[in-house]
T-cell receptor, first 112, second 115 residues
């Protein structure tokens, strides 16, 4: 079945550091890919998405590129802020289905 | 818009008791999803409805779990009888499925503790 693997956390960075959170996927078809963010005590929010190979999703300074050849969708940000501290989830959705398959999440802590 | 509303936000109960979690989706949305989040298994889809009809319940762990959506503005997830291993955060999400990309909007979750 479909699955998503993302790097184990937690990740701790200093403010203005560069962030990479790795995500790889296994799917039978051509899924859409997503990054969701969960702030403490809240539900998940969509951060960015990409629906086909080589698409780049971006939002709030975060970026991720859909790489079909490496089945990856790594999340990056050039300069993190304390307010970026949260749990980040990589997810996929197969075409024709509304079902999201999530990775286990990566907790990011950014220190001032 | 008030977003997806879940109640209660926290529930503590004893093993064997019945637990009912409630969800009000965003007005106008036609799909509703129930997820469970645990440290061990991460975030798992339990069941989802489209136009109040269950479409995929393959994630429902066992017969102790049941979900209903009697109308477009309300859904329940019931656990009877509850067990300590059911302790988790349960999220409800809704979306407007209308072709193309359909973003799911999540509620704040219900943290369930079964003693």
């Amino acid at each position: 079945g479909d699955s998503v693997t993302q790097m184990e956390g937690p990740v701790t960075l200093s403010e203005e550091a560069f962030l990479t959170i790795n995500c790889t996927y296994t799917a039978t078809g051509y899924p859409s890919l997503f990054w969701y963010v969960q702030y403490p005590g809240e539900g998940l929010q969509l951060l960015l998405k990409a629906t086909k190979a080589d698409d780049k999703g971006s939002n709030k300074g975060f970026e991720a590129t859909y790489r079909k050849e490496t089945t990856s969708f790594h999340l990056e940000k050039g300069s993190v802020q304390v307010s970026d501290s949260a749990v980040y989830f990589c997810a996929l959705r197969e075409g024709g289905s509304e079902k999201l398959v999530f990775g286990k999440g990566t907790k990011l802590t950014v220190n001032p | 818009d008030a977003g997806v509303i879940q109640s209660p936000r926290h529930e503590v109960t004893e093993m064997g008791q019945e637990v009912t979690l409630r969800c009000k989706p965003i007005s106008g949305h036609n799909s509703l999803f129930w997820y469970r989040q645990t440290m061990m298994r991460g975030l798992e889809l339990l069941i989802y409805f489209n136009n109040n009809v269950p479409i995929d319940d393959s994630g429902m762990p066992e017969d102790r779990f049941s979900a209903k959506m009697p109308n477009a503005s309300f859904s329940t997830l019931k656990i009877q009888p509850s067990e300590p291993r059911d302790s988790a955060v349960y999220f409800c999400a809704s979306s407007l499925v209308a072709g193309g990309f359909n973003e799911q909007f999540f509620g704040p979750g219900t943290r369930l503790t079964v003693l």
